[in-house]
């Protein structure tokens, strides 16, 4: 199946600081990507839809000036999480669909952020 | 709102079948049912997607109820690296992105 990786895989920062969180398509041109956060023992929640070239989709209740997400080529799609706060420590998990096939949904490895 | 129902958790020996069941009783006609699953820390993986007839794959075998009501996922011979927790999402096509119920932890005992 198609790869989708993230940078890093797990990051610990001071509260106030930003954190830039990459999730790329490895062999597949990726039009959507979507970003998810888990917190422990809880599913995924999906945050946001990325499209390619246009303003992300933000879900009810998540800030889009606290996650700035930037989807700049068909293969990279960036999250910002500004002003990390402890409460913001989750796992971040990203996906991405190959362009022209809607099918099926590949996700990455995700990315431990923890808040100090 | 959550548009699937499956049990909590399972348990299956190894070696074992492992039937994992989901109820979809509102599924509209052009949604498709995909059952993901994630192991512990790691991001979902892909298992099998269908929208009326049953399909198989490498992985695992899928049965969809004629009504589309209910579906059932199957491990024909669970290892333990199949301890997971599956979910199985319904959705249609383009781009829709998949929400993620609670899913069900499938533990798979030597």
């Known amino acids: 199946g198609a790869v989708v990786s993230q940078h890093p895989s797990r990051v610990i920062c001071k509260s106030g600081t930003s954190v830039k969180i990459e999730c790329r398509s490895l062999?597949?041109?990726?039009?959507?990507m979507f970003w998810y956060r888990q917190f422990p023992k809880q599913s995924l929640m999906l945050m946001a839809t990325s499209n390619e070239g246009s303003k992300a989709t933000y879900e009810q209740g998540v800030e889009k000036d606290k996650f700035l997400i930037n989807h700049a080529s068909l293969t990279l799609s960036t999250l910002t999480v500004t002003s990390a706060h402890p409460e913001d420590s989750s796992f971040y998990i990203c996906s991405a669909r190959e362009a022209g096939r809607w099918e099926t949904q590949y996700f990455g490895p995700g990315t431990r952020l923890l808040v100090l | 709102d959550a548009k699937t129902t499956q049990p909590t958790s399972m348990d299956c020996a190894e070696g074992r079948a492992a039937n994992l069941p989901c109820n979809h009783s509102t599924i509209s006609g052009n949604e498709y049912v995909y059952w993901y699953r994630q192991i512990h820390s790691q991001g979902p993986q892909y298992i099998i997607h269908g929208l009326k007839n049953n399909e198989t794959n490498e992985m695992a075998s899928l049965i969809i109820t004629e009504d589309r009501k209910s579906s059932t996922l199957i491990l024909p011979h669970a290892t333990l690296r199949d301890t997971a927790v599956y979910y199985c999402i319904v959705v249609n096509s383009g781009n829709t992105p998949l929400v993620f119920g609670k899913g069900t932890r499938l533990s798979v005992i030597a």
């Open positions: 062999d597949f041109q990726a039009t959507t």
